[in-house]
């Protein structure tokens, strides 16, 4: 029986479009640059607001914002303001306004959720209530002069009780309420639902992403196409087909914000930048290159968009609890794109990378950085392809300056003298004693040359109470623990697919199934697949785990079914310091349980490797970019896949916050299905570990010192030839006769 994924997670309140063929560095220039574009400017918010409610383009050309800022007086309040910007958010003024006056006093229970404008600049609420009695509720209201004037119709709830994230004000007054799956459109007297929008993900889900009213027009951004539909039938009217990038919804980085302007066009901003769709047709023109501003930022969330009167645009962000401003505008005097192109290459798309080239774009504007991915979001091209498509770039002596080598044959590429040594500006980096030295310099040769420097790392890590803690020491001791102890629980991870158990456990095994020659052998990789074959019998419908979705590796979650008896240890790579907290909160609640490395080894993979070509005609440009990205302020944004190498991110990573509140780091939540297939619900508050915990982990991280390299092709071949094994389809033998076949036929290639 596999656990119910759906991941409540509570935590306190991200390849442009131009081409993106290969390059060689240094190719001249044949004709002048071409100039002009929208050059983006960070702008000033008025307060270190806690909560920004909105912001509006007024038709004097004014910006009005509203919002909480943060308490000052150390009294934990926090009041209501309103500002306004006459010069396009440069400067603010606060506004006085009975209304607010009313609504910051200490005895008034409504409290403002969120609001909109509509066309004529009326001010609608969505509102708390929080009434003595404790009967509290929600309600809609308008601002008429000074008054709020209360509708009496009830908010709608979505049909899986998703609550109002914001809404929009239709020209015949309904509003449009943004319900996370869903839109529903709701006449506010009665409260009434009139229609319902969905908007589908790529996979097929429902998770709503930008959208935008203007007159009895609605814009949904869905997957791969943005939809318009008329509020007064409820049908669809028309489309932005393939032109619009597609935006990955569930990742709140990479959401996109819309708006409609004066003009009656439509503008949106997402990664890949900001977009005009010209008023009655399908001509979609991009204002600014995502690549060259904030807006491609992970670290970055897109929060709204205002298109106000005079050409320039502001885009609201957050970003680590802080909520930014940007300005875009056009200067004719700046290239259209700088005259130096520098040429990133992952085999997908790393959002480490992107956070370093948003960095190193803002420190070297005349440097245009193009990030290359291999294999597309939409899957159309193979691993395999990608890969060759590289090495032929390679072997002709051109391609990219900088190479994400996690996925690629850096090996081959060494032997081949493809990578450039980095030895010497990384021991000039590391002497200031910013790095964790143990990281980035354990890919060294024998010889001491470094051709690839990790930014990130992972750990596999285990949990698992005293007893199997003191057991476990190797994979066939951890299968022994498991039999031995399997009336405790109903599956032996919180993940049931073979995929998962062998992406965490064959890296760490890889190097001990290898001949003299480093070649696979037969033998060994019989005994090791003979010992996930125990482990996977233990679950309670084989056939079934296999049919499941897989999910995630990643350590954080395993405590929610180990809390509960579902799963009998927790297995993962530790992904961020704070991936250790749960195990932590249910050991502390259990009085039982520890944490260690996997098999108490000093063992990590090396993330988001880097390199630099030797046949770059520009190496210390890339090297000055490789710098960018082990920057304390790239490494400090807590994107990508791995722990932090820079040793004060690293650090900041391991101490408690400012904001915690009682202790609570955050709220995990996901649902198990029984033995009868009913749901069960298991929630944790995961805690905030004490300092010597803290302290003693990150030492611990600190002293791993056995990179894990291993062929990923190996692995996605033993994963596919083993899948009919573990349902018991076939048997192990013709499994490993498989694997060894395969790997034949790759050795050769």
Not at 284 to 305: C, W, Y
Not at 634 to 656: L, M, N
Request: one cysteine or more; glycine letters at 10%; a negative charge.
């Amino acid at each position: 029986m596999k656990p119910h994924l759906k991941r409540l997670i509570a935590l306190t309140l991200a390849l442009a479009l131009l081409g993106v063929s290969g390059c060689t560095a240094g190719d001249p220039k044949s004709t002048a640059p071409a100039m002009g574009r929208y050059v983006e400017t960070p702008a000033a918010l008025p307060a270190d607001f806690a909560m920004v409610l909105g912001l509006h383009a007024a038709d004097d050309g004014s910006i009005e914002l509203l919002g909480f800022p943060r308490a000052i007086d150390g009294s934990g309040h926090i009041y209501l303001r309103a500002y306004r910007s006459a010069d396009g958010g440069s400067t603010w003024t606060e506004e006085q306004h009975a209304w607010i006056d009313d609504l910051n006093r200490d005895d008034n229970i409504y409290a403002p959720e969120t609001v909109a404008w509509d066309g004529d600049g009326t001010l609608y609420f969505y509102l708390n209530i929080y009434s003595e009695d404790g009967e509290n509720g929600e309600c809609f209201a308008r601002l008429d002069g000074e008054t709020m004037v209360l509708y009496d119709g009830a908010v709608p709830a979505s049909s899986d009780g998703s609550g109002i994230t914001g809404f929009q004000v239709a020209e015949n007054g309904d509003f449009i309420l943004d319900c996370w799956t869903e839109f529903l459109q709701v006449d506010p007297a009665t409260g009434t639902v009139k229609n319902v929008y969905t908007a589908p993900t790529a996979d097929g889900g429902s998770w709503n992403d930008g959208y935008a009213v203007s007159g009895n027009t609605l814009a949904v951004s869905e997957a791969g196409r943005i939809v318009f539909y008329d509020l007064t039938t409820g049908r669809e009217t028309g489309s932005l087909p393939a032109q619009v990038p597609p935006v990955d919804t569930y990742d709140s980085n990479k959401y996109r914000v819309m708006s409609y302007g004066s003009d009656g066009s439509l503008y949106f901003a997402d990664p890949k930048g900001l977009y005009r769709a010209v008023d009655g047709s399908e001509t979609l023109e991009r204002l600014a290159d995502g690549a060259l501003t904030s807006l491609s930022t992970p670290s970055i969330s897109r929060m709204g968009l205002v298109v106000p009167d005079g050409g320039s645009y502001l885009v609201l962000g957050w970003s680590n609890r802080e909520w930014l401003l940007y300005s875009y505008a056009y200067d004719p005097d700046v290239p259209t794109l700088p005259d130096t192109e520098l040429t990133i290459y992952s085999l997908e798309e790393d959002p480490l990378i992107l956070q370093a080239i948003s960095a190193f774009q803002a420190t070297d504007p005349g440097v245009h950085v193009t990030y290359q991915t291999g294999i597309p979001a939409d899957g159309s091209v193979t691993r395999d392809d990608a890969v060759r498509a590289l090495n032929t770039q390679l072997v002709a002596g051109k391609g990219p300056d900088v190479l994400v080598l996690d996925g690629l044959p850096m090996d081959s590429y060494i032997d081949k003298a493809v990578l450039a040594d980095l030895s010497a500006p990384l021991e000039a980096l590391s002497a200031a004693g910013g790095l964790l030295t143990n990281i980035t310099g354990s890919l060294a040769r024998p010889g001491g040359e470094i051709y690839a420097v990790p930014a990130q790392f992972q750990v596999p890590m285990l949990h698992g109470s005293d007893d199997a803690m003191g057991a476990i020491h190797d994979l066939a001791s951890m299968a022994d623990w498991l039999e031995s102890n399997k009336p405790s629980f109903r599956t032996p991870f919180i993940f049931d697919s073979s995929r998962n158990y062998l992406s965490v456990l064959y890296p760490v095994c890889a190097a001990s199934l290898q001949d003299g020659g480093g070649r696979m052998d037969r033998e060994k990789l019989s005994g090791f697949l003979e010992q996930i074959k125990r482990i996977t019998d233990l679950r309670d419908d084989p056939e079934e785990a296999e049919s499941e979705n897989d999910f995630t590796t990643d350590f954080d979650f395993g405590p929610l079914g180990w809390t509960a008896g579902y799963n009998g240890l927790d297995l993962g790579n530790l992904i961020h310091f704070q991936g250790l907290y749960a195990a932590w909160t249910a050991s502390d609640a259990a009085g039982d349980g520890s944490t260690d490395t996997l098999f108490g080894g000093g063992s990590f993979l090396p993330v988001t490797m880097l390199g630099v070509s030797a046949q770059s005609g520009q190496q210390d440009l890339a090297w000055r970019f490789i710098e960018a990205a082990l920057s304390d302020e790239v490494q400090g944004k807590a994107v990508g896949r791995g722990i932090p190498v820079s040793a004060a991110a690293f650090e900041a990573s391991t101490q408690d916050t400012k904001e915690r509140t009682d202790g609570v780091f955050a709220t995990y939540g996901t649902t198990f299905y029984d033995a009868e297939g009913a749901t069960v619900p298991v929630n944790m508050q995961v805690l905030y570990p004490p300092e010597e915990y803290r302290a003693a982990m990150a030492e611990r991280l600190r002293a791993l010192d056995s990179p894990i390299l291993y062929d990923e092709t190996v692995l996605r071949i033993i994963i596919d030839e083993t899948r009919d094994c573990w349902s018991g389809k076939t048997g192990l033998d013709a499994a490993v006769s498989a694997i060894m076949e395969k790997l034949k036929l790759y050795e050769a290639e």
